[in-house]
């Protein structure tokens, strides 16, 4: 996949959700590279 057709903040989801699975995020997946994970949640 290109960055350009997954990478999004996530505002920017939050804000175009709706258009999530066409030619934004197609297939639903979203490949945010500019995040950072800080924690973890843990498993229930």
Same mark, same amino acid.
């Given at each position: 996949? +290109?960055?350009? =057709? &997954?990478?999004?903040?996530? !505002? *920017? ?7 999530? $699975? $066409?030619?934004?995020?197609? $297939?639903? *997946?979203? &490949? !945010? ?7 973890? =949640? !843990? +498993? !229930?």
């Amino acid at each position: 996949m +290109a960055i350009e =057709v &997954c990478d999004a903040t996530l !505002p *920017y989801v939050e804000d175009h959700l709706d258009e999530a $699975g $066409g030619a934004f995020l197609p $297939g639903a *997946y979203w &490949c !945010p590279w500019s995040s950072k994970l800080t924690r973890e =949640v !843990p +498993a !229930p």
